[in-house]
């Protein structure tokens, strides 16, 4: 066979070989979460569309918590990492698949505040519009709404680790209650009980600084 008729030969190959792995991709997105799970303890490419249908909630998550993009990357990667490695000891109970995620993310997040030995939260303002802002900004009414906003950043990084992560899932990922009780693995009144207590002490630190929160 010539040089170019193995070229030729070559090339029908990887046509065949990606044409065959997309079909594959495409079979494994049809699946269910809960199939698409047991099929990822053996199959590496069915954990692939897990990290695609995942990856971007599990960053935002982070990076709400560490404020660093970089940072956020590193820990986004090192919980599929860790979930790799483990999903085959991983029994489904009921709970989302995520909220096994988000457990492993809070711990390596957790981690990593402890060893920087600080706590620093990015700016939820578009999760915390209950501080009041003016309907037609001006100059002076931007700079006291970004005032406002970082009033209420410090009151939040003083709350204990439970609250702080509440707000973000109930803020941020725009969960429900019953969905948050899945992740931080409470009852959901419990987690009711939660906000409910978190509500009135942001209420009551904001008040001690002059402002207000709906």
Do not use: C
Request: charged letters at 25%; a positive charge.
């Amino acid at each position: 066979m010539t040089i170019s008729k193995q070229a030729a030969q070559l090339s029908r190959w990887q046509r065949v070989i990606t044409h065959t792995k997309e079909q594959k991709t495409q079979a494994l997105a049809q699946l269910s979460e809960a199939e698409l799970v047991e099929r990822a303890k053996t199959d590496a490419e069915a954990f692939g569309v897990l990290y695609e249908r995942h990856v971007d909630a599990i960053f935002n998550y982070v990076y709400y918590r560490t404020s660093d993009r970089t940072v956020a990357e590193d820990l986004t990667a090192r919980t599929f990492y860790n979930a790799l490695n483990k999903i085959s000891s991983y029994v489904q109970r009921g709970a989302p698949f995520t909220s096994w995620l988000y457990r492993i993310a809070h711990n390596l997040t957790a981690n990593w505040h402890r060893d920087q030995k600080r706590w620093k939260i990015s700016s939820l303002n578009d999760a915390f519009e209950g501080i009041h802002r003016s309907s037609a900004p001006t100059p002076q009414a931007e700079v006291e709404r970004r005032e406002s906003v970082a009033i209420l950043m410090d009151v939040i990084a003083e709350l204990p680790d439970d609250r702080q992560q509440l707000l973000l899932l109930k803020y941020v990922e725009n969960m429900s209650n019953a969905e948050i009780s899945r992740v931080m693995g409470r009852t959901e009144g419990a987690v009711k009980s939660l906000y409910h207590r978190t509500l009135i002490a942001l209420r009551r630190k904001l008040k001690m600084k002059g402002f207000s929160l709906e």
